[in-house]
């Protein structure tokens, strides 16, 4: 019954996180976001180069049996989680570059989680676990669907007023609140159905698992760094890159192992794991990325030369750009 549990509630909340991130998109935010594209391609390569293979090779590393090895690529593989959108505003960082980076990420899972999938787990590992592909897409498409349904809502939403607010303002609001709810409630319930698995599985997964996130963000902050992006850029693809959408890669291996219950178990435990610790490491990184920012207040000089290495010219940023940088 709390496995069943487990999928519904999973199921509900890529529904609401695609929507609500769909509906917190803009025009507005790929235009500024594209006006550093290579901002945008470094966040791509950190999450969906980086982060499969190093969740791979520490599987590998700890020894993990391949069961469990499976669900430590599909970690590795997920797309961004909502809240980093969140935990970017909190940190001072680029919202425009991390809501974009967020919708691209989810609408490439169509496509990466897949291939990694193929290449990592059915090539590399020679796993015989037989993956439902059908259910595969089909929980992918859980997400990707209401993203666009958000998406096309905030398009033409600019007049039907609800109570003072815009539709698209309450569907943002809406799935604010439910998405952390039933986040919680998504970790708790799979907690409740796996704990003897996680039990069995011993320290090496959860070593692994408090490695990943922290791990994740830093790569993201120190490539950005390498090419000279600047520091609100660089805590912006630090965060889409750590911090990966656990509660989708739970729904996913619900889905797509079925006909293979000791498969779908032991691959629930590292992104469960991961979804623990999210709760832990998260809270430290944003207030490490908070005292940061006092000693890296962005200057217009900062930013400006952030766009030179993009577009090779000399451009005033605008007064409207530097009054929304400061603040």
């Known amino acids: 019954m709390s496995e069943k549990a487990a999928q519904f509630i999973s199921l509900a909340f890529l529904f609401i996180v695609g929507l609500g991130l769909g509906a917190s998109t803009t025009l507005d935010d790929f235009k500024k976001a594209f006006k550093t594209p290579r901002a945008v391609a470094i966040g791509f390569l950190s999450q969906y180069l980086f982060m499969p293979m190093a969740a791979f090779l520490l599987a590998l590393a700890f020894q993990l049996r391949k069961e469990i090895v ?28 991390s809501i974009t980076m967020s919708f691209m990420s989810t609408i490439a899972a ?46 033409y939403n600019t007049e039907r007023k609800i109570g003072n607010k815009f539709v698209w303002e309450w569907v943002e609001i ?16 799979s907690l409740l159905a796996y704990w003897n698995y996680i039990y069995d599985a011993g320290y090496q997964v959860w070593i692994m698992c408090i490695i990943l996130q922290p791990l994740g963000c830093a790569f993201g902050y120190f490539f950005s760094k390498i090419f000279g992006m600047s520091s609100q850029h660089m805590l912006t693809i630090s965060l889409e890159t750590g911090v990966q959408n656990f509660v989708l890669t739970i729904a ?40 940061k920012s006092k000693g890296l207040k962005e200057t217009g000089k900062d930013i400006q030369n952030n766009v030179d290495c993009e577009k090779n010219i000399k451009s005033p940023i605008s007064d409207e750009g530097r009054k929304r940088d400061e603040t």
């Open 252 to 291: 996913v291996v619900q889905l797509s192992f079925q006909s293979d219950k000791d498969t779908m178990e032991y691959a629930s435990i590292v992104p469960m794991c991961y979804g623990f610790l999210y709760l832990f490491w998260s809270p430290v990184i944003i207030l490490l990325f908070r005292y």
């Open 174 to 189: 809406l799935t604010s609140i439910l998405g952390v709810l039933f986040l919680i409630v998504a970790l708790v319930i």
């Open 110 to 155: 169509f496509v990466m989680m897949p291939f990694w999938i193929w290449l990592l787990v059915e090539n590399a590992l020679d796993s015989e676990a037989k993956v439902d592909w059908f259910r595969l897409i089909f929980s992918l498409l859980m997400i990707i669907i209401p993203t666009v349904l958000g998406l096309t809502i905030r398009r």
């Open 70 to 97: 499976i669900g430590a690529v599909l970690i590795g593989c997920s797309p961004g989680g909502s809240t980093s959108n969140l935990y970017t505003y909190w940190s001072k960082g680029d919202v425009a570059l």
